[in-house]
């Protein structure tokens, strides 16, 4: 429960630090793997369902499978965090009490094995728990997200250590131990605080004006709507901030509900570029693609089937950008897909199960884009974008700005959670993008929460509410140079995984060591 309230919506960022406190101790009088998983398992689940119970919608317009798959997330996820603890209590079952001081570096290995397979879900990573507290997130242009998450993983294993010399009665050395949870506590936090000061007397001399559409439109009702006059709603939007002179608009996820791109829709892919024409803007937007297959030879296993065209086609959660007199648009296809929700994982290898995914709504069996785009605008500044879910992965993110992306925009739509957690959460977890990468982020929504986010974290414009139509605009500083963290990645979670791999194998030699000595 401690862990649980720490994570966004609660501003309790402070509690994580303590949180893996009860588990660990609990661990001390485990005695056997069943006991093991099963004190894990509770643990877990409660951490699980405060953190993610909104993942089902839980509103009347919600779809059951949606709901029932939420459920099934809440009560199998815990089992996923059990495994780490698993692999612990067999080291220390090798190594003694010692071996908590290791549990940091296997807790995060599975932190980044959780978040690189098509069933990736590292939505509760422990390090986006600080996703409010800007000072102790700075060191994340270095060490990533990952970071952030090793040193709250490591004050807790201190502090439980802490306890275990104080019941030992080893007074002096709890206080060490202590001490040492406290430093590692609050250096990044001082780190941080300067790093923030230091930052208000940064001049940037390239900037441009952005303008973000927040339509407040029904996800739901959407696709059952004439989409020609969805898009009439966003362009008068957009015709209200245009007084504002913004050179670059962003409309957010699936904003244009149909295949505009397509030569079916050309007359209004004329009417949009009439439009964008007449009002000199750049305008990056949410719209389906799609990829026709001329040779049904070329067609992937788990391609869909147009019988008008007679041609087999992919379709993909996508993004456009349209500019004043350019006709070759440069696109975007959503790479990391929500596991059973937008495209059953490895689903090119299983075609079959496809059939399980039948909503009403829009969201089907998307395919995987394919290359990580970076935009160029008219002037020369360059972009990328994250479709919704793909923002909370750092490792795929940052490997834009290491492409040359000048600032970074998320598209999204987050209106089917409504006020629930996962709305907050996805707009905090931007934050960490920002940061990491030292990158102005831009968050159009739906429905709130859209935000327009300093290199700091800090909000520039925003955050909006949420079921409110309304507009950001504002000027954004244009950064190049790229962070330790862009360059080189996860590094951290690589050398978190040697000390795991390198532990494990200890412990197998002390295992059958002493079985054949």
């Not at 590094?491 to 995984?497: K, P």
Request: with cysteine; aromatic share 14%; glycine share 6%.
């Amino acid at each position: 429960m401690i862990l649980g309230l720490s994570f966004p919506p609660f501003h309790l960022a402070w509690l994580a630090f303590v949180g893996f406190v009860p588990l660990l101790l609990a661990m001390e009088e485990v005695a056997d793997y069943r006991e093991t998983l099963k004190t894990a398992y509770f643990g877990f689940l409660v951490f699980n369902i405060i953190t993610i119970y909104w993942v089902g919608g839980w509103n009347k317009d919600a779809d059951p499978f949606m709901m029932i798959g939420g459920a099934a997330l809440v009560a199998a996820h815990p089992l996923f965090f059990a495994v780490p603890i698993l692999v612990y209590h067999f080291i220390r079952k090798k190594l003694g009490r010692r071996a908590i001081l290791l549990f940091p570096f296997l807790f995060l290995t599975f932190e980044y094995l959780h978040s690189i397979t098509q069933v990736a879900f590292p939505w509760l990573t422990v390090g986006y728990s600080q996703s409010y507290n800007l000072a102790d997130i700075q060191m994340a242009s270095f060490t990533g997200l990952f970071g952030i998450s090793l040193q709250i993983l490591l004050v807790g294993s201190v502090l439980t250590y802490a306890v275990i010399l104080l019941n030992d009665g080893r007074r002096r050395d709890a206080v060490v131990a202590l001490a040492s949870a406290l430093a590692l506590a609050l250096i990044p936090e001082v780190y941080g605080l300067v790093v923030l000061n230091n930052s208000k007397s940064h001049k940037y001399p390239d900037q441009i004006k952005v303008a973000v559409i927040q339509p407040n439109i029904d996800p739901y009702a959407k696709w059952m709507a004439n989409p020609r006059r969805i898009l009439m709603t966003y362009e008068h939007e957009t015709i209200g901030v245009l007084n504002k002179k913004p050179t670059f608009v962003v409309w957010p996820e699936t904003a244009i509900p149909f295949y505009i791109l397509l030569p079916y829709y050309s007359n209004d892919l004329h009417v949009l570029q009439t439009f964008i024409d007449t009002t000199g803007i750049s305008l990056l937007s949410g719209v389906p693609l799609a990829r026709y297959y001329s040779d049904s030879s070329d067609a992937k296993a788990d391609s869909h089937y147009d019988p008008i065209m007679q041609e087999y086609y992919d379709a993909y959660n996508g993004a456009a950008l349209f500019q004043p007199h350019v006709t070759n648009y440069q696109t975007y296809g959503k790479i990391i897909l929500v596991p059973f929700a937008e495209r059953i994982p490895y689903a090119d290898h299983v075609p079959f199960l496809i059939n399980v995914l039948k909503w009403g709504v829009g969201i089907s069996n998307w395919a995987r884009g394919t290359d990580t785009t970076v935009f160029r605008l008219k002037n020369g500044n360059t972009f990328s974008t994250m479709i919704c879910y793909e923002s909370i992965f750092p490792g795929y993110v940052r490997q834009f700005t290491s492409k040359g992306a000048d600032f970074l925009v998320i598209i999204t739509n987050d209106g089917w959670f409504g006020k629930l957690s996962g709305t907050y959460q996805h707009a905090a977890y931007a934050i960490f993008r920002a940061v990491e990468n030292r990158r102005v982020v831009i968050q159009s929504a739906n429905t709130g929460i859209s935000e327009i986010l300093d290199p700091y974290g800090r909000y520039i414009a925003g955050p909006t509410k949420i079921d409110e139509k309304t507009t950001l605009v504002s000027n954004i500083p244009i950064v190049t140079r790229k962070t330790f963290y862009a360059e080189h990645g996860n590094w951290i979670a690589t050398l978190a995984g040697i000390i795991s791999v390198a532990s494990i194998l200890f412990a197998l030699f002390l295992k059958f060591r002493s079985k054949f000595s």
